[in-house]
């Protein structure tokens, strides 16, 4: 008996290099790296990594490697407002590929805890 389903190309692989007159390219940096390397960082506060908290507004990737990140904080008067921003920027620096982190804190739109995500709510009790 045939199998029924038609036949399906794989998917076309996506190279991280290029090569150039000059040589090899450095590998393309991803925005999953740059969410894993976020991830590493939590409040000191609250036990749960600020990506999850909901505190990234915006990651931008520059063809460079450059990286631009808008975060912002639970509130105005965080205890935390100087070294969150520092954290996030180091963190992301230690990734290969990466050229300039700049890291800019936003109070617009105001976070709240619906920018939560479901699995940051349920190590809160939030729910």
Do not use: H
């Not at 965080?78 to 620096?93: F, K, N, T």
């Not at 290969?96 to 739109?109: C, F, H, I």
Request: charged residues 25%; contains cysteine; negative net charge.
């Amino acid at each position: 008996m045939a199998d029924s389903k038609p036949d399906m190309e794989p998917p076309a692989m996506q190279p991280v290099t290029r090569w150039t007159p000059e040589g090899e390219t450095s590998p393309r940096l991803s925005e999953e790296a740059v969410i894993t390397a976020i991830c590493t960082v939590y409040d000191p506060e609250i036990p749960v990594n600020i990506y999850e908290l909901g505190l990234i507004y915006a990651i931008e990737i520059a063809e460079s490697g450059d990286v631009r990140v808008e975060m912002t904080l639970t509130a105005p008067g965080c205890p935390s407002a100087q070294e969150l921003p520092e954290m996030v920027r180091d963190a992301i620096s230690q990734l290969e590929g990466v050229g300039n982190v700049t890291v800019d804190t936003v109070w617009d739109p105001p976070w709240d805890p619906s920018r939560m995500s479901e699995e940051a709510r349920l190590m809160l009790n939030m729910f």
